[in-house]
């Protein structure tokens, strides 16, 4: 199977290349790199790479406004204008999502559409999160649950492995989502084209180098974008 890892980045310059290592470790492997005008470089190390990794790096650059779902639907459009793409996963950047459980997601989608890397599934596993850090993300997983009547436990993580086909179902030109609620749309989406979801368990470890890109207007979408999810649903 052919594998795009699609990998947004903003201001991530000193982690990318150790994802890279990462990636790349695996046969049949590739990157995709969308950056969103990096003022730090990222992008030109980016280009860097991909020279030094002919073939299995390619890179987008981004501009106009910002934002996570904005990139993923520029990465997933983009992967699914490559016909030798089989799987698409996206990952962070950061670090914080271990390369090194791409082929335990990459092999669940032997049985499912999207596999789920897991915070939640074997109670909580994460690492060096705050505590209130820690409450936010599994009460904001308890609420998306009970709003949108989704299964998976952790419906706002961003460490996944979908089948081609299940990109291309999603309705990518009507994505309302600009920051992590698109996590949140996308298995929404998925679930009412009727996909087959799997979890499959993962450490989180939080980032090491770099700052955080939540803020408050991430969380106020975040809150908004599961009622918004359900009153689309009933116009249809």
Not at 34 to 58: K, N, W, Y
Not at 180 to 185: D, G, K, L, R
Request: some cysteine; aromatic content about 8%.
């Amino acid at each position: 199977m052919n594998v795009l890892v699609v990998v947004p980045t903003y201001n991530e310059k000193e982690n990318l290349p150790l994802l890279v290592d990462g990636v790349l470790a695996y046969d049949g492997y590739r990157m995709l790199v969308v950056d969103d005008a990096s003022p730090d470089g990222t992008g030109q190390l980016a280009d860097e790479l991909a020279r030094a990794h002919s073939g299995r790096i390619a890179v987008i650059h981004r501009t106009g406004a910002r934002g996570l779902g904005r990139s993923y639907i520029a990465g997933f459009r983009y992967a699914l204008a490559q016909p030798d793409v089989d799987l698409i996963c996206q990952m962070d950047a950061d670090l914080s999502h271990d390369p090194s459980y791409l082929p335990k997601l990459v092999a669940a989608t032997a049985t499912s559409d999207v596999a789920i890397g897991s915070r939640y599934l074997d109670g909580i596993s994460v690492v060096n999160w705050p505590l209130h850090r820690i409450f936010l993300s599994t009460f904001a997983n308890r609420y998306i649950r009970a709003v949108t009547r989704l299964s998976p436990r952790d419906c706002t993580a961003g460490y996944r492995c979908w089948r081609r086909d299940a990109v291309a179902r999603l309705p990518l030109d009507r994505m309302l989502s600009e920051g992590w609620s698109f996590m949140v749309e996308t298995l929404f989406e998925a679930a009412r084209a009727g996909c087959r979801m799997v979890e499959v368990p993962i450490i989180f470890i939080e980032r090491r180098h770099g700052q955080s890109k939540l803020n408050s207007r991430v969380l106020v979408e975040s809150l908004l974008m599961p009622w918004r999810l359900r009153l689309r649903a009933k116009r249809r």
